[in-house]
């Protein structure tokens, strides 16, 4: 397996079939123009988690600093391929992005979660030792 950070439009299409089954409301032009403006204007960083050559897990973050958490990494998007689920790729990633944020001197990650998201709850609390700590609102 290997991990490899995705800077190119060519790389963000290629990553997008796997995005999609999290980001549904998405096609492929606002992905692509939203994935471009993050990562230009608010450090929005995306990985591509390879087995066998083939994408099978995406991670997006970006290095945030708040009064709250302090210095810390934010999960904005983490999905595996759905033909690929139960096989740890998950966890790889988020093992990956915990060494990142390490050896950048960030403290700790935090993330969102749908709250119809029952699977991925017991995935982060259980498997991943999160805990739940807040709600997030957002206004309509």
């Known amino acids: 397996?290997?991990?490899?950070?995705l800077t190119t439009k060519d790389q963000w299409l290629e990553a997008f079939p796997i995005m999609k089954q999290l980001r549904t409301h998405l096609d492929i032009a606002s992905y692509v123009s939203l994935v471009?403006?993050?990562?230009?204007?608010?450090?929005?960083?995306?990985?591509?988690l390879y087995d066998q050559q083939e994408i099978v897990a995406i991670v997006g973050f970006k290095p945030m600093i708040t009064l709250y958490y302090g210095r810390f990494v934010w999960v904005c998007d983490l999905v595996t391929d759905n033909a690929c689920r139960s096989k740890?790729?998950?966890?790889?990633?988020?093992?990956?992005?915990q060494t990142w944020a390490t050896d950048n001197e960030y403290e700790s990650i935090a993330?969102?979660?749908?709250?119809q998201r029952h699977?991925?709850?017991r995935f982060y609390e259980e498997k991943m030792d999160y805990e739940k700590v807040s709600y997030v609102f957002k206004s309509k």
Do not use: P
């Not at 397996?1 to 950070?5: G, I, P, R, S, T």
């Not at 993330?111 to 709250?115: A, E, K, V």
């Open 88 to 97: 740890g790729y998950g966890e790889y990633l988020l093992n990956y992005v």
């Open 36 to 48: 471009a403006e993050a990562t230009s204007k608010d450090s929005y960083r995306m990985f591509a």
């Open 1 to 5: 397996m290997k991990v490899a950070e």
């Open 119 to 121: 699977q991925a709850h």
């Open 111 to 115: 993330l969102s979660s749908g709250i």
